[in-house]
């Protein structure tokens, strides 16, 4: 629409000043203010009413902080990676944090097409973890696979239930926080359409360690990850914004005084936790809505509904994403191939539509049922 298409030409144009001009969100921001103006929201992929509207504000405030933590680098970020990875049938995945955690679709007992949306087995992201240096896997959905493929590849494999579009309890919360803190190397998190689930405990995990403000990590992540947070998970947030600050300032007050003992101390909590004995998974029970995995086995969930829709579009056209538009903002000049050197699989793409047609096949015989990133 005129209006999207407006927006996303300020904040692209916007965030240019804020990147190279070293102007200040709010002076930016300032600029924009000007008789009964109103500008679209940067909503969530909910079906229905918008109940939390993110500002142009907040995603300045969220390039800044991105900027401030070294999230956002158009030296190594590049776009077409980001196309090709984020489409449903190349493994629908996208960096939220580069090199630490990234946000991914659940994978498949087999790679298949349902419900309108591509899935793709453990084995077809080996080769792009493996590369990437992703050593961890947390499944916040039910059992679509066994957690036994991703193990015996090497992977370590966690899980922490809680359902569809609801809200992690505090017991879940701290499990992820400590997995992400102890992890040797990055983490890729999954629901079922790695949007809602995955966005908020990924957002804990930001607000605590870096200090941003709810709608400051839900703008960037937005950003990344376009539609993720959704429904009542955006307020849920802001509850615990001053919690998770709180919780990070106490995190790093204690590696200040005595970094060896503290690490000491998380290991050892980790080990505490036990994440798969009962005495978690009744805590984890108690505190949360009532999960089963025979709800999402045999209905339609929101996240079905979520990974048909975008598949669709897809298909329609593609939609560029905010962080596609504002590197072409400032690197016009600039082509570059994709930044996977160490891949002899992956083929030339200079092109949109040559990303388009790129296949999720392994470089090897697999079996037919079996798909690789390339």
Not at 73 to 85: K, L, T
Not at 221 to 238: A, K, M, N
Request: hydrophobic share 35%.
């Amino acid at each position: 629409s005129p209006g999207l298409i407006s927006v996303y030409f300020i904040f692209s144009s916007s965030s240019f000043r804020i990147i190279y001009l070293r102007e200040s969100p709010e002076n930016v921001y300032r600029h924009l203010l000007f008789g009964n103006v109103s500008y679209l929201p940067f909503r969530d992929a909910a079906f229905g009413t918008c109940t939390f509207h993110l500002t142009l504000l907040d995603c300045f405030h969220a390039i800044n902080k991105a900027l401030q933590y070294g999230f956002l680098d158009f030296n190594s970020f590049d776009a077409n990676e980001y196309e090709h990875y984020e489409r449903a049938e190349n493994g629908d995945f996208n960096w939220i944090i580069p090199k630490k955690i990234m946000a991914f679709s659940g994978p498949h007992s087999r790679s298949r097409t349902e419900n309108g949306y591509p899935h793709h087995a453990p084995e077809a992201y080996f080769p792009y973890f493996k590369r990437h240096n992703v050593t961890t896997v947390i499944r916040l959905n039910k059992k679509m696979y066994d957690s036994r493929r991703f193990k015996d590849a090497g992977f370590d494999h966690y899980d922490l239930f809680f359902a569809d579009g609801s809200i992690p309890n505090d017991a879940i919360i701290k499990a992820f926080l400590n997995i992400c803190e102890n992890a040797e190397g990055a983490i890729a998190v999954h629901c079922k359409a790695g949007l809602g689930r995955t966005g908020t405990l990924i957002a804990c995990y930001i607000m605590k360690h870096y200090r941003m403000t709810a709608a400051e990590t839900i703008a960037w992540i937005r950003i990344c990850r376009p539609g993720s947070v959704i429904g009542t998970q955006q307020h849920f947030l802001l509850e615990k914004q001053s919690e998770m600050w709180l919780e990070g300032d106490v995190y790093r007050s204690k590696l200040k005084k005595t970094q060896k003992l503290a690490v000491t101390k998380i290991l050892s909590g980790v080990d505490d936790i036990s994440i798969n004995d009962s005495k978690y998974q009744n805590a984890s029970r108690k505190d949360s809505e009532p999960y089963s995995d025979e709800e999402e086995t045999h209905t339609v969930t929101q996240g079905d509904k979520l990974r048909a829709l975008k598949s669709k579009r897809q298909a329609k056209a593609y939609s560029v994403p905010l962080t596609v538009i504002l590197q072409s903002s400032v690197q016009k000049s600039k082509q570059s191939e994709p930044s996977i050197s160490d891949s002899a699989g992956l083929s030339k793409r200079t092109t949109r539509s040559t990303a388009r047609k790129s296949s999720f096949k392994s470089t090897t015989p697999k079996p037919r049922t079996r798909s690789v990133l390339r």
